[in-house]
């Protein structure tokens, strides 16, 4: 037998509330599930009571989607109802410790895609643009990436000269390992295709270790030296398999490699760094600001690497990480990850994967 419910009671308003006169109030949040690129986008829009003012928001999470939006729907927009959506930080608190257990991955895409259209509210009800809130401009342009694939070097290199072209100084390249369910590579036929949709490939370490460094240097003989090229190993090696890999790829050039472990394993980044000068990004798959302190405090990696300002929390604390990443004292460097397929998209916008 399930628990009574307890009776619904209106949340308690800010103690201010009355004091500043201000009656804009939140009317609703609602989400909106799309996926424009076959990737699944949760759009999180914050409502007043001012016709037409309303901000939006990011709550993304490929992999547990339905959950973020639960959360959102069933848990979180009831709690704001009536607010005011002006009291940003109060609100994130608010809704951070309202599930006691606080922390992880859903939650935290669910908090920053609130936070996120709480802040575009502000900025649109004050008639400026965001930035100018969260400490002005910074520098006046920025450099992106974008992601290709191919079974061999040559069609890497093929690919990476039309990245070029259409004006990319920054490309990720992936390629296929045989016989194994590669991470960043498109299928080669009907049957690898199924395999994945089943979830039925496996994954070799030892053959991803064969296959990829030669096929990372190859592509830098063939593309030349001006073009900076990433690499993402996903976090499928081990710390032994991981100093081995950097190892091989030294000659290759590579602007950087992205999670060459996993974040249970980040421990040994300090190892890897002594023992390589191939340049580390992690960060990813981090759910909050605390996993960053002690890679950015050695520092241990060169680049700190996010999606946005979600998961990791409200934008204010995505703006001073950043500032903490590029303070004097250290030699990381931010590189968000942005949808740079298209090089189009709201700041807000994620890729998947």
Known sequence: MSAPREPHLPP????????????????????????????PYLIVRVETNDPGLYGLGCASDPQRTLAVRSVIDDYLAPLLRGRDPGDIEDLHRL????????????????????????????????????????GGRFRHR?????????????????KVTAARERGFGHVRVQCAVPGSDTYGAAPSGAGEARARHDRSGRWDSAGYLRAVPPVLRRTRELVGDDVELLHDA???????????FLRRVVDAGLYFVEDVLAPEDAAHFARLRAASPVPLAMGELFSDLSPFLPLLAGPVIDFARTPGPRPLGPAADHRR?????????????????????????????????
């Open 12 to 39: 308690a308003q800010a103690p201010w509330a009355e004091e500043r006169g201000d009656k804009l109030r939140i009317t609703a949040v609602r989400t909106f599930l799309t996926a424009p690129q076959g990737c």
């Open 95 to 134: 809704a951070l410790n309202s599930a006691y257990w606080r922390g992880g991955s859903i939650t935290g895409n669910a908090l920053g895609g609130i936070d996120v259209a709480l802040w575009d509210l502000k900025a649109k009800r004050l008639d400026a643009p965001l930035y100018a809130l969260l």
């Open 142 to 158: 920025a450099a992106a990436y974008t992601h290709v694939d191919g079974r061999d070097a040559e069609e890497l290199a093929d």
């Open 234 to 244: 996903h976090e499928r090696l081990d710390p032994r398999q991981a100093g081995e």
């Open 321 to 353: 990480e950043r500032a903490e990443a590029v303070t004097p004292n250290t030699t990381s460097r931010w590189a968000p990850q942005a949808r740079a397929l298209t090089g189009r998209g709201p700041w807000w916008a994620s890729r998947c994967g």
